[in-house]
């Protein structure tokens, strides 16, 4: 085994942050497809007693994760850390819908999705531009950096694998919401439709 071209593979699959399948592991590193493929078995055996791991998260595509019982260790360091569970379940509804109308957010995230999403603006993650009585929302380039993808399909695999598939993220319809929040949201709804 060429432990320097090992090396390289590790590398790639450290910096990607991401799942990297084996043919673009190959447009970087200029390696064989075999050459890559033992490189990576041997990755595996390397880290097999350490807190990393290596997987195959679909045929020939490769991440480099922390083993599931290191994860309480790092946890916090993770970016989606940074939101609270609701606004991090409303910016992947957004993630999934973009462009989304902002009266759909939150007649599926409910009545606490204006805060939410008001929050997203002010940090840069999503941006708000008047569409009829409502706001079409849009998430931006920031965004993606801050996760680490390059384009909305590597974000939404990124959800995917938090558990956040757009399915999972609809709060009980209107449930909770105040009586002035749901003449809110009624009166958008009545002025989008004109």
Same mark, same amino acid.
């Given at each position: 085994?060429?432990?320097?071209?090992?090396?390289?593979? +590790?590398?790639?699959?450290?910096?990607?942050?991401?799942? $990297?399948?084996? =043919?673009?592991?190959?447009?970087?590193? @200029? *390696?064989?497809?075999?050459?890559?493929?033992?490189?990576?078995?041997?990755?595996? +055996?390397?880290?097999?007693?350490?807190?990393?791991?290596?997987?195959?998260?679909?045929?020939?595509?490769?991440?480099?994760?922390?083993?599931?019982?290191? *994860?309480?260790?790092?946890?916090? $360091?993770?970016?989606?850390?940074?939101?609270?569970?609701?606004?991090? @379940?409303?910016?992947?509804?957004?993630?999934?819908?973009?462009?989304?109308? /902002?009266?759909?957010?939150?007649?599926?995230?409910?009545?606490?999705?204006?805060? /939410?999403?008001?929050?997203?603006?002010?940090?840069?993650?999503?941006?708000?531009?008047?569409?009829?009585?409502?706001?079409?929302?849009?998430?931006?380039?920031? %965004?993606?950096?801050?996760?680490?993808? @390059?384009?909305?399909?590597? %974000?939404?695999?990124?959800? +995917?694998?938090?558990? %956040?598939?757009?399915?999972?993220? @609809?709060?009980?319809?209107?449930?909770?919401?105040?009586?002035?929040?749901?003449?809110?949201? +009624? =009166?958008?709804?009545?002025?989008? /439709?004109?």
């Amino acid at each position: 085994m060429d432990e320097k071209k090992a090396n390289i593979v +590790e590398a790639v699959l450290f910096i990607a942050g991401r799942p $990297l399948a084996i =043919d673009e592991i190959k447009k970087i590193t @200029k *390696l064989k497809k075999d050459e890559i493929k033992k490189s990576i078995e041997f990755l595996v +055996e390397r880290y097999a007693s350490t807190s990393i791991t290596i997987k195959e998260s679909a045929p020939e595509v490769y991440e480099m994760h922390v083993r599931n019982e290191y *994860l309480p260790y790092v946890e916090s $360091l993770l970016p989606e850390k940074d939101f609270s569970p609701g606004t991090l @379940k409303t910016l992947a509804y957004i993630a999934y819908r973009s462009p989304v109308k /902002q009266i759909e957010v939150v007649e599926v995230r409910g009545n606490r999705a204006y805060e /939410q999403i008001d929050e997203l603006i002010k940090r840069g993650f999503v941006t708000a531009k008047p569409k009829g009585h409502t706001k079409e929302l849009r998430i931006t380039k920031k %965004l993606l950096k801050y996760f680490n993808v @390059k384009s909305e399909t590597e %974000l939404k695999r990124y959800f +995917e694998r938090l558990n %956040l598939k757009v399915e999972n993220l @609809k709060e009980t319809e209107r449930e909770g919401m105040s009586e002035e929040m749901k003449e809110k949201v +009624e =009166d958008e709804e009545v002025k989008d /439709q004109e």
